[in-house]
Structures are given as structure tokens and as C-alpha cells.
DNA sequence: TTAATAAAAGATATTTTTGTCTTTTATTTT
DNA sequence: AAAATAAAAGACAAAAATATCTTTTATTAA
């Protein structure tokens, strides 16, 4: 099992390529993320939907539209969008799956796991959508394969 | 997203459920374990088949059969359930879900990520599958709801 | 050696996730 | 106003994960 739903996937690497081509100062097409991120187009169209109506990217239709992210919400942490995706359960969830797993009715492995979570929470809201601008211009980061 | 696969949640469950019942010398049936972990009947009972299969538990057939571990298999760590079920993609893949991405070719959260992968599997390689039958048989942990 | 027990195996069903294709709506340019 | 562009929305399809039910096989005990 991966960490992230495939469409977590698809939608933080969607996320940060089209922060970087903000920066650049042009929208971008759906057709040119897809290919930019190697996801299937239309599935990804779904994802970025659903991301735009919660306001987390912006969008433009027709000619020279495309979808960008502004300013502010560049400074947003990418927990946001893991959390706007997959919910919070991999920041609260218990590992085992238990509802009532806490600290006075805790599973086997609680302790060690909810130190695990919360690293995992700490590295997605301090690194901000657009913490990685500047590498991925330069081309020291990989969005696809 | 959960960390584990629903499947996976129920085997581990399961695993430490059966240990600390080997523990106290007796056998238990699929149906006991499944109340005991609260897990649908049928379907635990296919996972079990497979960790059957692979050495990981044992069984036998008929009156007064049942599940167990056997003490060697008490001490083999937890990381090689969750290996059996999920495979290790938990442990070396990309959070991103790129099959190239790797310090030469990193994606953006390859490094921080790097680090909890490898907590994550610390935590499962050195927790045995029988670590917790003392507090199970004293009631201190909890394997349902 | 028959009946009872319990896991193993097989078949099928449901739900969720992932992916594709088509139509509609908004915007811009000619 | 008409044509072109591009996202939004809707309908549908395939695959994987989760769950249920039935039959078979192995073992034990009467």
C-alpha cells in the first residue's frame, strides 16, 4: 500500500506543477498537466475540479485560460490538499483501523504509530505548495515516472 | 487514507489476537478470532489461509483444530505480516507514487518522506508479532472497535 | 466407520477506486 | 454574432478491494 490514494498522487504532483508554472507567469491546460505529471488527462480533470471548487487552486475557462494558483495560496501547506483528497485519517486514523483507538484505549501499536502521524502531518504543513518553485524550474525535481 | 489496507488492519489484528491466545496454550477458531478483532468471518478467513500458506501462522483441521503460532514464530517481526499482505511498497516507494524517483532522480518530498519510511518500518521490524501478549492477556490493549 | 468439527478452497457479490468518453458552459477572438 | 478554446459536468466502464456464501478436505471422537 502506498501512503497516498493515486488520486493524492496525481493531485499534489498536479498541485506543485502548476505552482511552478504560475511562477512562470502563465496559466496552464489540463492537457499540459496531465502530460507534465504523466497522469490520465481526464481523470486528473476530475481531481483539479474538485480542488478548484474548494478554492485551493483557480481556474479560467476558454482561450488562454487554464488553471494557476495565486499568490496567497501558494503559501498554503500541501496538507490542505492531502486533506481536501484523502481526509484527515492518516493524520488522526488509528493504524490498526480501530475507531475508538486512543490514549486510554489504546491498540498495539498507538504510541509508536501516533509519532509516525505526526511527522507525517509536520513534513505536509511546513512544506507550502510552493516551497518547491524553484528546483522544479530548474529541473533538480521530478514530477513524473 | 488508512496506512494499512483494510486487509492488512485485520491480519495484524488477527496475528496478535492469535499470539497471546497461543500464549495462554490453546488453539482458536476463525470464528472466536474474528469476534475477537471484529472483523467480517469470511473474509479474515481467507487472509488467514494465506498467512497459513506462507509459514507466517499455522492450523489444523478438525475437532479441536484451530489457529496458532508457534514459538519461533512468536519472535519474527511484525514487518513480515504487513510485507505478506500489502508487500513492501510501504517501505521503498515514492510518496508521489513515481517508480524512478530516488536520490538521483528525487521527487519533491523524496528526503523528508525517506526518513518516515524508514520509521515506518522500524516500527514494524522491531515489534515481534508476540511483543504485546502480556498486555493483550491483562486487557491493556485493544484489538476491537 | 460414521458423525461432528474446523480449516481450505471455490464461487459469487458488493463497494470503492481508478479511468475514459461525451456533452455542456463560460470565455475569448475574429 | 460565429467560431474556437478550455474548463465543468455528466455518464459510463474497468479494475481492485472488500465481503459473503457454499462446497470440499482433513482430522478427531464416538
Redesign the interface.
Known amino acids: 500500500?502506498?501512503?497516498?490514494?493515486?488520486t493524492?498522487?496525481y493531485a499534489?504532483?498536479a498541485v506543485?506543477f502548476i505552482a511552478h508554472k504560475t511562477a512562470t507567469g502563465s496559466r496552464v491546460g489540463i492537457k499540459d498537466i496531465a502530460q507534465g505529471i504523466d497522469s490520465p488527462e481526464h481523470f486528473l480533470a476530475k481531481i483539479l475540479q474538485d480542488l478548484s471548487r474548494k478554492g485551493l487552486i483557480s481556474s479560467i475557462k476558454g482561450p488562454h485560460g487554464g488553471f494557476y494558483i495565486d499568490t496567497p495560496a501558494l503559501s498554503r501547506p500541501l496538507s490542505e490538499i492531502v486533506e481536501a483528497v484523502?481526509?484527515n485519517?492518516?493524520f488522526v486514523?488509528c493504524?490498526?483501523?480501530?475507531?475508538?483507538?486512543s490514549e486510554i484505549?489504546?491498540?498495539?501499536?498507538h504510541n509508536?504509530?501516533k509519532?509516525?502521524r505526526n511527522?507525517?502531518h509536520a513534513?505536509l504543513a511546513t512544506?507550502t505548495i510552493g516551497?518547491?518553485n524553484e528546483?522544479?524550474m530548474e529541473g533538480l525535481?521530478?514530477?513524473?515516472?
Open positions: 500500500m502506498a501512503i497516498f490514494s493515486k493524492c498522487e499534489i504532483r506543485f484523502d481526509g485519517s492518516l486514523g493504524a490498526l483501523g480501530l475507531k475508538q483507538c484505549n489504546p491498540c498495539p501499536l509508536e504509530f509519532a509516525i511527522r507525517i513534513m512544506t516551497s518547491f528546483e522544479l525535481l521530478s514530477l513524473k515516472k
